[in-house]
């Protein structure tokens, strides 16, 4: 909001204005918030009909300008561009009931995940959002560093059997309050309640397009709903555990609703996250996500989440990448305020086909939606590493060093930049729980010329792999390091046949290159569809 700002200050400084105290007093007033009383149509026309002549004269060159509505004051850019969307945060509900911590959690999940469908509003991520769960809470503060106009406040309790909740929203320019409630409910009217405070936040920020389809959870069973929150709560941790139990609260939300396809899109999300992160086989885990992920578009064909995870998979499993554009498209264009599927978008399908130019424009678009999120600053160095940009990819890596995936990264980084040291450092304490560092440190060692410490790493993985999941990719790696190729591509067609996920970023990843001018390097980029015409 703050090129809104800066022409509201434009207008009511410039000479069109200059002589119309009362008004620039009435542009101010709408610009805070404040609805036109219907006495005052008059000053509507005029202040209407100057704002015609600053456009025609010193606001000609201009790219914003204000439009009035019945409503109040809208600013857009000229020429039919959607308006400049509002921009809002949603913290954390605070939760005073520990044993409905997954209520707090969830419904702060569901308000974002909601509002974001709306092209009016720019709505900062959950990550974001989240790291103002146990704050003291500065409202001009945090609305100056996530560069949001408006923010949305709200307390929960459940006492005795009844919902208790505390809602306000505020301009955090001016303090001013736009809207607030209180609901005192029995729990199992939680889902009106919800329905109810989203009718209130888009009348209060004059939200214009259609929305009345955002008044609905996709179901009525409270009990179901309540499921979907604790799994959603659990899949947030991202830990191997926690995905396990989010599927189940998941499924016990759709086995309870049979016509509520939001624990099916969940449900594939978790699926393909255990491919992506090597927890399970996507030969035995990626089927299930499809189909969990088509059983929630049966249901609604308009559910993003569920076309955004059906992308990923076109991509990362069946290389399909024309069917994954079209998905992730579709999920874009049904929630554009998702940073979620912009990342997908650049990562799991514009990365690995080399399209660079739009991958960052997809992933600035992300960082822009979600600015705090450490999860996109990894992938973004990770973005620079693959594109050969080792000072920038340095720049993101280190700070989320400590972020899970973030070191193997950044000790590959090092490796290419041949600080062994560094690399070792960052690998070895990682390579204790991850067998892709441990995979790394192989590889680290093999760079170095130290083959027998290569290989004693190698035997180290193999004895890992009798007990838990080890990728071909793993022992392909420190095998091109020390330049064994024909093992190295045994184990890489292996990898081909396992549709392993980080295959699709073979045509992209410094660790392929010696084995690109070999015709079996060919065969495999044919095979993921990654091969130049």
Known sequence: MAEFDEHLRRVLDSRTFAHAPRLRRLLRSLANGLSLPEDFQADRDRLASRLAAYYASEGETGTLQFRLTDSGLRGETKDGAPPVPAALAVLPVIGQTPEYSFLADGLTDDLITTLSCLPELRVVGRNSAFLYRDQRRDIRQIAAQLSVTYVLESILQVVEGRLQMALQLVDAHNGWMLWEER?????????????????????????????????????????????????????????????????????????QHAEYGSPHAFMAECYLIQAVNDLASARDVIPLAEAEARAAISIDPGDAHARAVLGAIYAVYEW?????????????????????????????????????????????????????????????????????????????????????????????????????????????????????????????????????????VMRQLRETSRKSRVTALDFAHPLIGLGRYDEAFAYLRQAVSEHTSNLIYFQVDPVYDPLHKDPRSLAIRKELGLAKP
């Open 183 to 255: 609901f005192d409910r029995p729990l199992g009217e939680l889902l009106g309640v919800r329905n109810e405070v989203l009718a209130a936040l888009t009348d209060a920020l004059r939200i214009e397009s259609p929305h009345s389809h955002l008044y609905t959870a996709g179901t009525s069973n409270v009990n179901a709903y309540f499921d979907c929150l604790r799994g959603r709560q659990a899949l947030a941790q991202r830990t191997p555990e926690s995905l396990k139990v989010c599927l189940l609260y998941f499924r016990s939300a759709a086995e």
């Open 320 to 456: 399909n990448w024309a069917e994954s554009a079209a998905e992730l498209e579709n999920a874009i264009r049904s929630r554009p305020g998702a940073a979620q599927y912009y990342q997908l978008d650049a990562m799991a399908r514009l990365v690995p086909q080399g399209r660079w130019e739009e991958a960052f424009e997809a992933m600035d678009r992300a960082r822009k939606l979600d600015p705090a999120a450490a999860a996109l600053t990894r992938d973004l160095g990770l973005m620079h590493f693959l594109r050969r940009d080792y000072d920038g990819a340095l720049t993101e890596l280190r700070k989320v060093r400590d972020l899970p995936g973030a070191e193997y990264w950044l000790g590959r980084l090092f490796i290419e930049l041949r600080r062994f040291k560094e690399a070792l450092d960052v690998l070895e304490p990682a390579g204790e729980a991850s067998h892709r560092a441990l995979s790394g440190v192989a590889y680290c060692f093999a760079r170095m010329g130290r083959k027998s410490q290569a290989d004693q």
